[in-house]
């Protein structure tokens, strides 16, 4: 065999691994393999199961969240992580104008592990209830796997909170995305529903604000009828 034509040969192979490699890498990198979201609906929502996480918890239907005064609403993709961290301490920056608005500030997990949720807390400054079957992550419930540590985005994502001084840890299911809602009084409706595209992808706070400022309490409904 000439020599020559092996050389040829094998450096056809190298380039064409590298070839599918960058390829993989500039799909990796787009949304073409995202899980596609689904919109939740106010009666899906109403619906779903919360416990209190309480030595002897209460468990009550989420409605009662955001029924007399609306609510904004943080589905934690897993407290230990530095970005949801991040993600946390930008919704509680807004609690002083949620306070004045009258809009509470909760926060949802769906599990509770060792003192998790306790080490979180000093993030987020709202009340946080247990999600146990996954709804406030649903209707589609949507995965981030190991592609997520090849997206420029998530390292940009890292490097931000990593600069901003959050710090976190691996305990827990950390692969389910998660999201924040912003929830009217009543059946006023969901104002904003903000799903996690991939690991850091923040809700505007800006936008949260917007919607939480047309929230018609209860009170005031019933009055302009």
């Given at each position: 065999?000439?020599?020559?034509?092996?050389?040829?040969?094998?450096?056809?192979?190298?380039?064409?691994?590298?070839?599918?490699?960058?390829?993989?890498?500039?799909?990796?990198?787009?949304?073409?393999?995202?899980?596609?979201?689904?919109?939740?609906?106010?009666?899906?929502?109403?619906?779903?199961?919360?416990?209190?996480?309480?030595?002897?918890?209460?468990?009550?239907?989420?409605?009662?969240?955001?029924?007399?005064?609306?609510?904004?609403?943080?589905?934690?993709?897993?407290?230990?992580?530095?970005?949801?961290?991040?993600?946390?301490?930008?919704?509680?920056?807004?609690?002083?104008?949620?306070?004045?608005?009258?809009?509470?500030?909760?926060?949802?997990?769906?599990?509770?592990?060792?003192?998790?949720?306790?080490?979180?807390?000093?993030?987020?400054?709202?009340?946080?209830?247990?999600?146990?079957?996954?709804?406030?992550?649903?209707?589609?419930?949507?995965?981030?796997?190991?592609?997520?540590?090849?997206?420029?985005?998530?390292?940009?994502?890292?490097?931000?909170?990593?600069?901003?001084?959050?710090?976190?840890?691996?305990?827990?299911?950390?692969?389910?995305?998660?999201?924040?809602?912003?929830?009217?009084?009543?059946?006023?409706?969901?104002?904003?529903?903000?799903?996690?595209?991939?690991?850091?992808?923040k809700v505007n706070?800006?936008?949260?604000?917007?919607?939480?400022?047309?929230?018609?309490?209860?009170?005031?409904?019933?009055e302009s009828k």
């Open positions: 065999m000439d020599p020559s034509f092996f050389t040829m040969g094998m450096w056809s192979i190298g380039a064409g691994a590298l070839g599918a490699a960058a390829l993989a890498l500039l799909l990796a990198n787009t949304d073409v393999f995202l899980s596609t979201s689904q919109k939740a609906t106010l009666e899906y929502l109403e619906d779903i199961d919360l416990k209190t996480l309480e030595k002897e918890p209460r468990t009550f239907k989420a409605k009662e969240l955001w029924e007399k005064n609306g609510a904004v609403i943080m589905a934690v993709r897993r407290p230990g992580c530095f970005l949801c961290r991040e993600e946390a301490a930008d919704l509680s920056s807004l609690k002083p104008k949620l306070d004045e608005l009258g809009v509470p500030l909760y926060a949802v997990v769906k599990e509770q592990i060792r003192t998790e949720v306790q080490d979180f807390q000093p993030y987020f400054k709202g009340e946080i209830f247990l999600d146990e079957k996954k709804r406030f992550y649903g209707p589609q419930r949507r995965k981030m796997m190991f592609m997520g540590f090849v997206r420029l985005g998530v390292w940009y994502n890292f490097f931000r909170a990593r600069n901003g001084g959050f710090s976190g840890n691996l305990e827990g299911e950390g692969f389910i995305l998660g999201g924040v809602f912003v929830v009217g009084s009543g059946k006023q409706g969901i104002l904003l529903e903000h799903r996690e595209k991939e690991f850091g992808d706070p800006v936008s949260v604000l917007e919607a939480a400022r047309k929230i018609q309490p209860q009170t005031s409904a019933a």
